[in-house]
């Protein structure tokens, strides 16, 4: 998710910016044709939905490189939705992420993401389409812009405190690798918006070629699932698009008035093939991470080498296995294991982060210092700074600690306060 600092900074960038123009008040909605107060302008949205697009997902998991194939076969979905948009001139940016919460969202300017939890619900490519093409109005029509601008961007963010809490300061180690992928972006759209995004997303797709009966599935399955016991696992989606009958009902009016078209189920099999081999692995993954919640911590092991033995290629099954060697002061063994998760993931900050923290437990400050600099290029943390200040105190560099205690300082949660400890104990010693 996007942090709520960083929105509501760039929020009030934006109003001044409009302000200044005069421009704020009301815009035409590009897909609806209505008046809508706008904060931003479109300009606007677009850079703010690039700058924070790769953040978003390296909190949730990064992308899913297992199956390079999916990511090309969704972003083709998705492009040929996005041309027959009433927004086409967005730069569309679609990606799968490696995240077994099943859910879907847009940033603006049209960067959107979908979870590999959500895929596998799914039973062909009409409602693929249905779920990217819901998606597409969102950033069309500006949904996704004013939920920003309203602050109904809600969601876990990134969470790792906890991982700095004994004594060493690399303890419990758990608390961060565990807990990545488990987050999700919940913008919060009003009834209307999510009608809205149905009604020209079922267009969408028939204009694309795709079965607006598609649609009309995707929400009866969504219903249905809200219903069982699998309601609790789907909370994430349901936040942010609440089924309902009415939706149903709505969908199947609308694809009344619209063209068939196909539901390419066997070319949508054929591509979430690998996510349905692997689906053992990431359950026995995802009950690792339960397991670890519920400080079963060898159950844990257990069930992280077991996924690992059914899919030897997913790099976060290696990593939970060195966040859980780190709990049981294994160091050594648990930076094999994150050597094993940046070879397999060299794209996911929080695998550079943890490298780092382990090398630095090893007093290999060289190589802690590389990996710790090296996070902060796919995502800039207080821990990353903070731990880079522990390296550079502990290998006498007084001036460049205080620099990075410093940076880690403005952090506004545990990691900041320790942070701040330190700059007024360097500072006095000063």
Aim: aromatic share 8%; charged share 20%; glycine share 8%.
């Amino acid at each position: 998710m996007i942090p709520r600092s960083i929105a509501n900074r760039l929020l009030a960038t934006a109003i001044a910016a409009s302000v200044t123009a005069g421009i704020a008040g009301c815009a035409v909605n590009p897909v609806t044709g209505k008046k809508e107060l706008s904060l931003m302008s479109q300009s606007q949205e677009v850079a703010l939905g690039a700058q924070q697009y790769p953040k978003a997902q390296q909190t949730q998991g990064g992308e899913y490189l297992v199956d390079p194939a999916l990511q090309s076969y969704v972003s083709n979905v998705g492009q040929k939705l996005a041309k027959v948009s009433d927004q086409p001139q967005l730069p569309y940016e679609f990606v799968v992420l490696n995240n077994s919460v099943p859910n879907a969202w847009a940033l603006p300017g049209g960067k959107i993401a979908v979870n590999r939890g959500l895929l596998v619900l799914l039973e062909d490519e009409a409602e693929l389409a249905a779920v990217l093409g819901h998606e597409i109005v969102h950033a069309a029509a500006r949904h996704s812009a004013a939920a920003m601008s309203q602050q109904q961007i809600l969601g876990a963010g990134i969470a790792i405190l906890g991982a700095t809490t004994q004594n060493t300061g690399y303890g419990d180690l758990v608390s961060l690798g565990s807990q990545f992928g488990g987050s999700a972006y919940i913008a919060k759209y009003g009834r209307d918006n999510e009608l809205e995004s149905d009604r020209y997303g079922m267009k969408y797709m028939a204009a694309a070629g795709y079965d607006p009966q598609g649609a009309v599935r995707l929400q009866e399955k969504f219903v249905e699932l809200s219903k069982g016991n699998q309601s609790s696992a789907l909370e994430a989606l349901f936040a942010s698009h609440p089924p309902s009958q009415s939706r149903v009902n709505a969908n199947v009016e609308h694809a009344k008035k619209l063209s068939a078209g196909t539901a390419n189920r066997t070319q949508y099999q054929k591509a979430i093939a690998q996510l349905k081999r692997d689906a053992d692995a990431y359950k026995s993954y995802d009950d690792a991470v339960a397991a670890v919640g519920k400080k079963d911590y060898d159950r844990a092991l257990t069930l992280t080498r077991q996924a690992q033995k059914l899919q030897p290629k997913e790099a976060s099954f290696y990593a939970l296995e060195g966040d859980l060697l780190a709990q049981k002061k294994q160091y050594t063994e648990a930076l094999a294991s994150y050597e094993t998760a940046v070879q397999k993931n060299p794209t996911l900050f929080s695998n550079w982060l943890m490298r780092g923290m382990l090398n630095a437990q090893l007093k290999n400050f060289t190589a802690a210092e590389r990996d710790l600099s090296r996070s902060t290029q796919y995502l800039d943390t207080a821990h990353a700074h903070y731990y880079l200040g522990q390296v550079y105190e502990q290998q006498g560099n007084t001036k460049n600690a205080l620099s990075q205690y410093q940076i880690a300082a403005q952090d506004s949660g545990d990691i900041g306060t320790k942070a701040q400890a330190r700059v007024q104990e360097l500072g006095n010693q000063g």
